[in-house]
T-cell receptor
Framework: SQQGEEDPQALSIQEGENATMNCSYKTSINNLQWYRQNSGRGLVHLIL?????REKHSGRLRVTLDTSKKSSSLLITASRAADTASYFC??????????????FGKGTKLSVIP | NAGVTQTPKFQVLKTGQSMTLQCAQDMNHEYMSWYRQDPGMGLRLIHY???????DQGEVPNGYNVSRSTTEDFPLRLLSAAPSQTSVYFC????????????FGPGTRLTVT
C-alpha cells in the first residue's frame, strides 16, 4: 500500500521560479526523505527530516514537515533547467514485527523550462 | 568509491527463464535493499538485508530470492521470469537501517517476453 503520495503529479515552471511539491502520508513516521531521479538514472538523496523537526534547509531546498497534518513540502527556489527531474518522498515508519521500512510515493515530475 | 553498482544495465528474458541481478557496494554499508519501479507505481521494496547472512521480505517478494554472503554483495534472483516482472530494478544501500539516506545504483531495466 502507498504510504506517501506526492502532489501534484506533474509541474511545469519557468526557470527562475520557485517549485513546490507536497507529500501526504497516512501513518506516523520516524523520518521523511526526499529524493530526486533524473530520467533513466537512479535516485539521489536530497534531504532527510526527522519527525521532531519542522523545517530543514539545504542550499536552494527547503523542506517542511507537519506531523499533525501528516504532510511535507519540498520547495526549490530559483529553479534551473538542471532541476528537471522526478521528485519522490519516502516515509520511514514501523512496519510491524520489529521491522522498519522506507516507503516511496509515486513522485512529482518537475519540468523547468529555460 | 564506485558507490553502488548494478549489472547488467539491460536484460531481456523469456518467460520461465531465471537470472541473477548483481548489486555491489564499496561503502561498507550494512543495510542493502532491492526495489522495483513501475510506471505510475513509485518504488516498491522487494527484499532487504540488515547485514551479511540476514535477509527479509519487503512489500513484493514473490518470485524473487536474495542472499547476503558478504557485506559488499546483494544479488537478486528471479526464479522463473514472468511478464509481470518487467520493470526497472534498483539496488540501494545505507550505513544503517532504512532510517538513513539510501544510496541507489543506476538500475537494471528488465523485459520479460
Amino acid at each position: 500500500s502507498q504510504q506517501g503520495e506526492e502532489d501534484p503529479q506533474a509541474l511545469s515552471i519557468q526557470e527562475g521560479e520557485n517549485a513546490t511539491m507536497n507529500c501526504s502520508y497516512k501513518t506516523s513516521i520516524n523520518n521523511l526523505q526526499w529524493y530526486r531521479q533524473n530520467s533513466g538514472r537512479g535516485l539521489v538523496h536530497l534531504i532527510l527530516i526527522r519527525s521532531n523537526e519542522r523545517e530543514k534547509h539545504s542550499g536552494r531546498l527547503r523542506v517542511t514537515l507537519d506531523t499533525s497534518k501528516k504532510s511535507s513540502s519540498l520547495l526549490i527556489t530559483a529553479s534551473r533547467a538542471a532541476d528537471t527531474a522526478s521528485y519522490f518522498c519516502a516515509t520511514h515508519r514501523y512496519s510491524g514485527a520489529g521491522s522498519y521500512q522506507l516507503t516511496f510515493g509515486k513522485g512529482t515530475k518537475l519540468s523547468v523550462i529555460p | 568509491n564506485a558507490g553502488v553498482t548494478q549489472t547488467p544495465k539491460f536484460q531481456v528474458l523469456k518467460t520461465g527463464q531465471s537470472m541473477t541481478l548483481q548489486c555491489a557496494q564499496d561503502m561498507n554499508h550494512e543495510y542493502m535493499s532491492w526495489y522495483r519501479q513501475d510506471p505510475g507505481m513509485g518504488l516498491r521494496l522487494i527484499h532487504y538485508s540488515v547485514g551479511a547472512g540476514i535477509t527479509d521480505q519487503g512489500e513484493v517478494p514473490n518470485g524473487y530470492n536474495v542472499s547476503r554472503s558478504t557485506t559488499e554483495d546483494f544479488p537478486l534472483r528471479l526464479l522463473s521470469a514472468a511478464p509481470s516482472q518487467t520493470s526497472v530494478y534498483f539496488c540501494a544501500s545505507s550505513k544503517g537501517p532504512s532510517a538513513y539516506e539510501q544510496y541507489f545504483g543506476p538500475g537494471t531495466r528488465l523485459t520479460v517476453t
